[in-house]
């Protein structure tokens, strides 16, 4: 009796063995530095620059690369970022760069098959991109393209790795500001950030120089943009995105903690 018991037993107390080694090794896909700086290089290649400067002078780096998620960037033109840049304070600043960036790998055929719920989550958890997908008419030809939030995908796959998906668009996608999320942007404007367009300039753009009459989602201008605090960029505060000054690695690594604290509760649940 012992001797069937051993004999039957053993076999499922192997592949419980296995399966649970398996379950062990097994681990969530996430971004490494060299992935990220690729994506960034292949950006930078294809004419947008000012995005993966903003990722890279923020906070933005540190937290993709300490969750444990796969990560698809949206990257606006240079023109567009840039007028973002020159038009808004340090919160509002960080919170539109969040929302080009959703929590999945989707490359441009996975956004081509999103049907039932077209709503594709971003890391400002509050507010979802619209996917939409249209036929485009150019020239007599006609080709199916994908619209986030009304902003055509232009160039789609520009990279494709292991965990991260970029793709260029032809304007840029606006963070609301609602009433409720006002007191978030405040808690998180409490330290300044380093602004992209410090680093930018013709020579090491491949993008032209932004111009001032290309507006959000190619219908505002800069003049009908909200005016900055202090009506001048020299003038700003220290709230906001342009002040320099008393950068410490204290200050960044506490602001960064408040969205990894958020985002990785989120993206392990």
């Given at each position: 009796?012992?001797?069937?018991?051993?004999?039957?037993?053993?076999?499922?107390?192997?592949?419980?063995?296995?399966?649970?080694?398996?379950?062990?090794?097994?681990?969530?896909?996430?971004?490494?530095?060299?992935?990220?700086?690729?994506?960034?290089?292949?950006?930078?290649?294809?004419?947008?620059?000012?995005?993966?400067?903003?990722?890279?002078?923020?906070?933005?780096?540190?937290?993709?690369?300490?969750?444990?998620?796969?990560?698809?960037?949206?990257?606006?033109?240079?023109?567009?970022?840039?007028?973002?840049?020159?038009?808004?304070?340090?919160?509002?600043?960080?919170?539109?760069?969040?929302?080009?960036?959703?929590?999945?790998?989707?490359?441009?055929?996975?956004?081509?098959?999103?049907?039932?719920?077209?709503?594709?989550?971003?890391?400002?958890?509050?507010?979802?991109?619209?996917?939409?997908?249209?036929?485009?008419?150019?020239?007599?030809?006609?080709?199916?393209?994908?619209?986030?939030?009304?902003?055509?995908?232009?160039?789609?796959?520009?990279?494709?790795?292991?965990?991260?998906?970029?793709?260029?668009?032809?304007?840029?996608?606006?963070?609301?500001?609602?009433?409720?999320?006002?007191?978030?942007?405040?808690?998180?404007?409490?330290?300044?950030?380093?602004?992209?367009?410090?680093?930018?300039?013709?020579?090491?753009?491949?993008?032209?120089?932004?111009?001032?009459?290309?507006?959000?989602?190619?219908?505002?201008?800069?003049?009908?943009?909200?005016?900055?605090?202090?009506?001048?960029?020299?003038?700003?505060?220290?709230?906001?995105?342009?002040?320099?000054g008393e950068l410490s690695h204290e200050?960044?690594?506490?602001?960064?903690?408040?969205?990894?604290?958020?985002?990785?509760?989120?993206?392990?649940?």
């Amino acid at each position: 009796m012992d001797n069937t018991f051993t004999k039957t037993a053993a076999p499922i107390i192997l592949l419980l063995s296995l399966s649970l080694s398996i379950l062990v090794t097994t681990t969530v896909a996430t971004v490494t530095g060299q992935e990220l700086d690729a994506a960034l290089l292949a950006l930078r290649t294809r004419g947008y620059s000012l995005f993966p400067n903003a990722i890279t002078t923020t906070d933005l780096r540190p937290l993709l690369l300490s969750l444990n998620s796969t990560f698809t960037l949206f990257s606006p033109p240079d023109s567009l970022v840039y007028s973002l840049d020159i038009s808004c304070t340090a919160p509002l600043y960080f919170r539109s760069i969040l929302h080009h960036v959703a929590p999945f790998r989707l490359s441009m055929s996975d956004l081509r098959s999103i049907r039932g719920s077209p709503y594709l989550d971003t890391l400002v958890t509050s507010n979802p991109i619209f996917v939409d997908n249209s036929l485009v008419h150019d020239n007599g030809i006609v080709s199916e393209s994908v619209l986030l939030d009304g902003v055509r995908v232009s160039v789609p796959d520009l990279f494709l790795g292991s965990s991260i998906a970029v793709h260029g668009l032809e304007g840029i996608l606006v963070a609301e500001v609602g009433s409720n999320s006002n007191e978030h942007i405040d808690r998180l404007g409490d330290q300044p950030f380093v602004s992209p367009v410090a680093s930018w300039s013709e020579q090491n753009s491949p993008a032209s120089a932004p111009s001032a009459k290309v507006g959000l989602r190619g219908t505002s201008t800069l003049e009908s943009m909200p005016k900055k605090r202090n009506g001048m960029r020299g003038q700003r505060t220290r709230n906001q995105r342009g002040f320099h000054g008393e950068l410490s690695h204290e200050n960044g690594h506490s602001n960064f903690a408040k969205y990894g604290h958020q985002f990785g509760a989120r993206l392990r649940a």
